[in-house]
């Protein structure tokens, strides 16, 4: 089965493939005719398509973010792939194919990134603001396995919000050992805490965002958090005002650093500092890691980056 | 007993005042003498005061927020009348006067206040936003009766916030009946609820807000109040996820309107929209008001206004 | 005759409708033919239409903003409704139909917003504001009844600008009775004038403006009407320096409130801060409710709105 | 005589030199006792002086932008020269002193400024366009003998305001012959009616702005120059809707180039892009000139200029 | 040979025009064919031109930037002109045609501002300064005959960055002989260097740019421009520390005059100040007069100018 | 010899102390008698001191920035410390104390630091790259011992550049292993010239910068050290438009990330966004941790930090 970045001009080949994106189209012909505008992808990358007469049962048929076995030819159009699919039909469980194999995902195993953030989490001394933290994962425990950190800022993809909170606990990690006089317990918590609230203010599915949900839009994920810290507390009997308490919401409160960038207060705890500058350091670095990986190596400019001044990376030829 | 603002260039003079401020300074002499550099207040205005030949047990007597009998002489110092402290004496309940007869306080009583805001709270016909705001005001009701709404910015006087909410319902009330598409219950929650987490989040005393509390610093009223929303809902059992939980807690997160203003998210719902601009209609209109008022009536322009993009208001002569 | 939000997908109908868009577009055939892209609306909303094959004698008939009577076939394109018509033809008189049937419109008729702005201008106890109001609302009379307010922002629609003036007048008047030190003539004065030269500004046909006028681009609204006001202050013998000519003209040059956002001095009086906020106030909640009047009842979310921050509106379910 | 920026450390003088500011201090000691704080100038500088032991007939006598004849000692206080005055007395008609003599001015003489204007004036070939002018120049013909450009911004001084139209002239005048498309009737028109309102604007004394006027705060001299064209266009009997008028409007309320620096509109004619720019660069070189000149040779930096990004500028040594 | 902007709608032709712009395109038939979409231009203006049933050796001979013969007609497509290529060849050396009369060019020849650039550079009476100059400008030389000032912004077209700099040195000796205090040596000097590196910084043809080159995006042309003098001051064997070199570098630098127009520093001596705003000067005009005179004289708007505040520029008619 | 922060109200000492500032001022006595206005420093903080009845001599023989012997006594004055000097002379070489042993130091020797950043310098693989950073580092060899890395943004005392580098290079090796395709050599580079001009930026003494250097204002050490890199490349004989120094410029000049921070260019290699982001995230947590220090253990709130927003850092009680 040939991977999707492995194909070229004029291959005619069969593999199984995710159906990315599906739009039912209507030729100019008098009367028009229905195709569909696909994008097909597998983990490697992705290619438009286009399956040309298309009848009233294939419209019933295939959706997006379905598995399908693809009969294609591939062609040039405007200077680049197309993929025209002369066969098409869904995956079945006789197949042994699995959507998870098809996309896009973080580098390491969403299992190994849990025990990370699990282990990162055992280790915090006080008991206190181990049961908030622990409170707060529990709400989300299934969906961090495979949750996005974003739906296209950074972290993009299949885990990759675990993938975020794991990186960013060894940057900590590290820093705590280089400065002694930041608590590790506020460092780990902030950082586990800080993006918390995120699979409940996206709608993801396989690592892609398709909406915000409602509490998404009218709270946003850093009020939300701050909500689940108080509830925690509540439901564990921890003192509301207490030191702890107001620690953990003011971390996850300003860690956009900035109002316009949706903090409500400014970070005036050395952690909170501390955590805003670990997760622009980590969110920064991936967004360049990750434009490199999906850039061909014959190119030495990236596309774009939004959140890096919309700006192309180079790659230095040393 | 003459009023500050009637008091003119070399009136001799015997009354009570509250000292707002005192600071102790030195005279240039060798050895430098302690004299207090004072101001002397009543609800009608303030006055620069000096007390030379401060004794040692003059600086144990005497603190700012103080009712004291004074016998002084009015001089011009720098084209700006001073008063010569000749006698003063701390008050004793003898005395009969009473310090919330000195200060600066909105022009309706604090009860009359209470019972407005009460009436609407009463008002509000959903069982649920009902017992939200009414949980969410008993935290700061006693406060209520006396907190002004801001350190400076408006409404900053004795039981101001009352009488900033009192206001806003008055004409909450106007534009829902202009407007029939506005949800009623949700206007009276949202403007009852909108600045309630003020009174925890400065220290005040006697409408005269010293500093922020660490809370106030660390979470700022608008993350207090929603955090407030999310116990009431637990405390009441009322579903966190309701529309009703949604919709308050979004009135108070977005009410600033923008990020750089304090608020993690812009209104979006048609009631949050409205509250906004009638905070903001009540709170201008107030500013304008206050300077007037505190203006002699001879200037023509009232000092510059810091939440009026700065500028001074000028009193047209028709 | 149908509605156009009454139109389902594969019914067949006959009606009169108002072709608000057309556009000659060109088949990819070769050699391409000629066919008509058109938008039709009636008051209740508006779909977008195709009629094939058109001659070239149609091309001579059919313009935007006439009246035709259409007999069409409803079909499903892109997941949205349009129309496919078969039999096109101009309306005549004898059809007894008017355009002013077919548009958008303020929910009050023209010749009552008129009325209650004359009433509101005649309540003027000022004799000469009444005269400067009188000459300005005199040169826009007949525009008056039929201008919107803005090309698209807000109020963009027939009688808008009216609509806006009479609702701002309710506002004005409730304002003036809660806060005393107002001074009504002023505040009436205001709002009738704010927006005065917004029909010399635009070029508008029933409601919808096409372009902004040579004088709107090269001096603006604002300038504009503070130039008619130094016009009919010469016309009408009155001071060019009084403080009414100088408290007219501030406030038709500040109740943009900032630089930016076109005022060329900020507001310095009472009512020029009174006038800024009651038409935010007015113009924003007419956004909100106009935007939930045109979305349909089964979409909870209305589209992004310009000018509230680009955000959309949720309708809470409760 | 000796020029004030002659003076030296322990000079002892006599000479005659105006009363730039006076303010009645008082000492520290017990009881206080008055003394005149003074800022001492002529055309080459100024210097600050104190005259001790002020009797009650020296207050009656003595008063800002007054011409004196000093008796004085120069002292080093603070590493900076100081005066103190040992006798002072009011200047008499016999002295044959003139105030004019003892200000900054422009270097160039009134006349001689007003004599180029006017030949430019006059040189305008479009009758209806030298008649607004004329009108306009007319409104401040006495002010602008004498009038500064602003308050602290750039040519702040004697005829500064005439001193900057009349190089902006020979400026638009090279800049017309440059580039012909321009049209040199508007280049003139608009470089002498951008500012003409300013002397209406500010209240000024020997080239000194002590304040903004109330037309100047509420209007501002951009909409008041705009007012003035209607005006003009009025009792000149000119079509107000003419390009004529249309032009001078556009050219005046654009200058300023963008609405946060005070424009309504932004140049949208080739004469209005040419003004602004021609107004940037004569204003920026003026300032610069100006705190150079004023600055000591000894000194390589000059002062801080706000309008020049709030930098000082550097006397490279070549 | 008609000049394109003299064809008008059914126009049959043949003529030698540049093919500015190619691109290989598909019909929508099933098959799908390839057809050119192409712009043709002169030094006139510029059409769309459409050439059907392209063969296999037609696309492998004709490409972007070379000059073809063509015989055609003038349609009228969606109200616009569009040429229909009938017949194409590439021209011959026999044709006797050359490209550079087939571009938008300065209205000066590039020999001629070559020469009134050198002639400055030879006029510049400071040894060093004079060397630093020319080291820089030989880096360019034969470029500067050629390249455009921009990729859009302003001198876009064949040799305009030399006639721009040709048109700075004219009002560069103006301003210095109406403000002797300035340089004249370092104002000429600034004019010629400030934008010398451009011709590296962008990859142009026949004065259009294609892209920015590495070191372009990289470092950018006042970064470049700066190790260029420092790079001369090293060859030259001068100080690198010297006013001189210091001089020259902070013109370059500081020509942007703000951090966000790409300026590191700000412009901190009178020389600077001058390069700055002669340049603005020039810049701003220059893309006004470009705007009107490619917009046709029966348009009185020309398109929107993006340098200009996206303002279009009005043609007054006078 | 007690130290600075032990002294307490009435104590009376004797020590050695640095006279970090001295003013002469005068007291308002008639005639006014010279005092001293002094702050006398150690390592471990600073107090205020007078010094009264000083005589000629001694104005001769006091300087800022000198070794002095104290006798004084501890009095209160306006509720701070403040030391009156009863006597004091200038140290001597026999009193055996150093200048160095009473400035606020970074925590770790300066051999020490520049031992670390030759490693890192040595572990440098390319050889071109090696050079480059070597020359550039030994311009400032002697001074990198010493300067401080700002004027009071950030380590601004004693070695403090060297120990922003050091760190630096600590988090740049981490970053490294965690992130394997960022090229170290870039890496290292980068962190050791990003500032490297700094010492030639700013005259500093003894870790206290007192004012930028000319070269440092025109220029500015974004811009010196991309000229340094020029230098050194044409010194060392490498290819100035080879990737290598292309790429070391790029990382020097875009590391402030934004041109209203001062980078011409912002990052576009995946180093240089690695160092702008390791650079905060040292420069910040310095800034809370200096803060902190410098606090008395009794205070919860630091000052306001200007590099974070304004804002205090308030110390958690966990």
Not at 33 to 59: E, H, R, T
Not at 105 to 114: C, E, F, G, M, N
Not at 294 to 311: A, C, F, Q, S, V
């Amino acid at each position: 089965m040939t991977l999707i970045n492995q194909l070229r001009e004029k291959d005619e080949f069969v593999g199984f493939y995710l159906l990315k994106e599906l739009d039912v189209k209507q030729t100019n012909a008098t009367p028009p005719k229905d195709y569909f505008d696909i994008v097909l992808c597998d983990s490697s990358g992705q290619l438009p398509a286009k399956y040309w007469d298309v009848s009233a049962a294939d419209k019933e048929t295939f959706f997006p973010m379905g598995l399908v076995k693809v009969h294609g030819v591939v062609q040039l159009y405007r200077e680049r792939l197309q993929i025209r699919i002369m066969r098409i039909r869904k995956s079945t469980p006789e197949d042994g194919v699995s959507v998870t194999d098809f996309i896009r995902s973080a580098p390491i195993r969403p299992v190994d990134l849990i025990y990370a953030i699990k282990q990162a989490m055992d280790s915090i001394a006080d008991p206190e603001i181990k049961a908030i933290v622990s409170f707060c994962a529990a709400k989300v425990e299934e969906k961090l396995m495979h949750y996005p950190a974003a739906k296209t800022h950074h972290h993009a993809y299949f885990a990759g919000l675990a993938y975020h909170i794991a990186r960013m606990l060894e940057i900590g990690d590290f820093i705590c050992r280089q400065r002694p006089f930041l608590n590790p317990d506020f460092i780990k918590a902030g950082i586990i805490l800080h993006d918390i609230a995120k699979p409940e203010e996206m709608i993801a599915q396989l690592g892609i965002v398709s909406e915000y949900s409602l509490e998404g839009k009218l709270i946003g994920h850093i009020s939300m958090a701050s909500n689940w810290i108080t509830e925690a507390a509540i439901r564990c009997g921890i003192d509301l005002d207490s030191d702890r308490v107001l620690g953990l919401q003011h971390l996850v409160l300003s860690h956009h650093n900035l109002g316009e960038w949706g903090s409500p207060v400014q970070p005036q705890t050395a952690e909170a500092v501390a955590l805003h500058y670990i997760d622009s350091l980590d969110a920064k670095l991936q967004m360049v890691e990750d434009a490199l990986d999906t850039t061909p190596d014959t190119e030495t400019w990236t596309p774009m980056i939004r959140g890096l001044e919309n700006k192309a990376i180079y790659r230095l030829s040393i």
